[in-house]
């Protein structure tokens, strides 16, 4: 009989849409997979033993670094490597590779030499700690009123375009917003919840509108919707 070959896998991370394999970088160590910690603060009382542990809210963690290690091989293109390593974007690793981080590489990455020709290092991705769905959930479109099953651990921001047909209402688990245009006929508008803005066009939308912005919290989510439909970018998301 014969022997079943071990099949070698190799680590790696995506970094702004370009995979490590490709730039002559071996992962020699993946940072570990973290619960980001709650932001909270503590209160000391008085003839209280100890002290109060207050949350800074539901769902608010502090972001962390992920240290990725890496060994850059001899024939890599050093200065596209340090080029590539800076600044802002998303990271994928792979022992976690169907979730992304938005991420900011916040220190310098110092290159030591290991032998003649390897260069090692340590790479700090300062990542926010609600990591995304990777590759991104798709958008869902709404003709009438329904619901919407969030599958992340913490509530998402979503983005709506809604095409109003009148002075629309949107209703998501008891919040409502009303959205009152100044033209007579249909027209499209984008509500992104997290940046709280509404644009038409690339351009701040002119009509006006009352309520707060949505929050899918996790699980069923139900919608209601009188004048309009929706499509949904869920931005599902997950600590």
Same mark, same amino acid.
């Given at each position: ?29 993946? !940072? ?5 910690? *709650? ?10 033993? =100890? +002290? ?9 963690? *502090? ?16 200065? +596209? ?11 994928? #690793?792979?022992?976690? !590779? ?9 220190? *310098?990455?110092? #290159?030591?030499?290991? =032998? ?8 700090? #991705?300062?990542?926010? !700690? ?30 709506? +375009? ?17 959205? /009152? ?36 919290? !996790? ?6 919707? /009188? ?5 949904? +970018? ?6």
């Amino acid at each position: 009989t014969h022997g079943r070959r071990n099949s070698v896998v190799v680590p790696w991370f995506i970094w702004n849409d370009i995979d490590s394999r490709t730039m002559g970088v071996w992962v020699s160590e993946l !940072p570990p997979i973290t619960r980001a910690a *709650e932001r909270y603060k503590e209160v000391q009382v008085l003839g209280r033993a =100890g +002290t109060l542990i207050l949350k800074q809210g539901d769902n608010v963690h *502090e972001g962390y670094v992920k240290n990725c290690k890496i060994t850059v091989r001899a024939d890599a293109d050093f200065q +596209t490597l340090l080029e590539w390593l800076t600044g802002d974007g998303q990271v994928i #690793f792979s022992n976690e !590779p169907d979730k992304a981080y938005t991420a900011h590489i916040a220190a *310098e990455v110092r #290159f030591d030499r290991k =032998g003649n020709t390897l260069k090692t290092a340590t790479v700090p #991705f300062y990542v926010h !700690p609600h990591k995304a769905q990777y590759p991104p959930e798709s958008d869902i479109a709404l003709n009438t009123s329904g619901s919407l099953y969030n599958p992340g651990s913490v509530s998402s921001r979503p983005i709506l +375009t809604l095409t109003l047909t009148g002075t629309a209402t949107v209703e998501i688990g008891g919040n409502s917003m009303t959205f /009152t245009s100044v033209i007579n006929t249909q027209e499209t508008i984008t509500v992104d919840c997290d940046a709280e803005t509404i644009m038409k066009n690339g351009e701040i939308w002119g009509g006006t509108y009352d309520g707060d912005f949505f929050q899918l919290a !996790p699980g069923t989510n139900t919608i209601t919707l /009188t004048d309009c439909t929706a499509v949904v +970018t869920p931005r599902w998301r997950w600590v």
